[in-house]
């Protein structure tokens, strides 16, 4: 396959859909099979960019070759400095890796799979979190699977995440905020708790009290 032909299977959206413009928002009925197919074949290819991207979408897609393929890149620490922030710098390659495992669940759940996929997705998604503790890349993408799915799995590791980036308030700001609007809603006599024990108040991170 030529440059452009990989480009084409990983970026290319087809002609006849309309509601979104993000190669990982297709739904599964709307690829034809010959792409999947032939991005599958990627997962072999010899540049590692590829391979995450092609892992990333099939991932995002419900699918479970792509799935098998960015775990193991996650268990083998070959998920650093693929993709930084546009403005910043700081990796965000995990930001990535994390909205497609959550994708995973969604479409395998749509599928009836749900239960399994949430299995699945415990580990890498639990060593994203960790990971996030002493980086820069945003979680708050999969909060929703705490506040709306009650995936309770996940609630000790935002915990100790927000326990750990609150000690450098000026540099987490935002990351703070986010974890406190999400304690708020399923535990908010923990983010007193935590507020407390770092003589912060609600206001110090753009609530009204």
Not at 8 to 23: G, R
Not at 175 to 191: G, T
Request: overall charge negative; some cysteine; hydrophobic content about 35%.
């Amino acid at each position: 396959m030529n440059k452009d032909y990989i480009n084409s299977l990983l970026y290319d959206i087809p002609s006849d859909i309309d509601y979104t413009e993000l190669p990982e928002d297709i739904d599964l009925e709307d690829l034809p099979s010959e792409r999947i197919e032939e991005i599958k074949e990627l997962l072999k290819y010899e540049d590692g960019y590829i391979v995450f991207q092609a892992s990333r979408l099939l991932t995002s897609w419900g699918i479970k070759e792509g799935f098998n393929t960015l775990n193991d890149l996650l268990i083998k620490n070959e998920l650093q400095g693929i993709i930084q922030h546009r403005i910043y710098g700081y990796d965000e390659t995990y930001k990535h890796a994390l909205s497609a495992f959550v994708s995973y669940w969604a479409n395998c759940s749509d599928a009836g799979k749900g239960e399994q996929a949430r299995k699945e997705i415990f580990e890498p998604i639990s060593m994203i979190i960790r990971a996030s503790n002493t980086k820069s890349f945003e979680i708050s993408e999969m909060f929703w699977l705490l506040t709306r799915k009650n995936f309770i799995e996940y609630k000790p590791l935002l915990q100790e995440h927000l326990q750990v980036i609150i000690k450098e308030p000026k540099k987490n700001y935002w990351r703070i905020h986010d974890v406190i609007e999400l304690f708020l809603k399923v535990d908010p006599d923990f983010v007193t708790k935590v507020l407390n024990e770092n003589e912060k108040e609600l206001s110090d991170f753009g609530f009204e009290t």
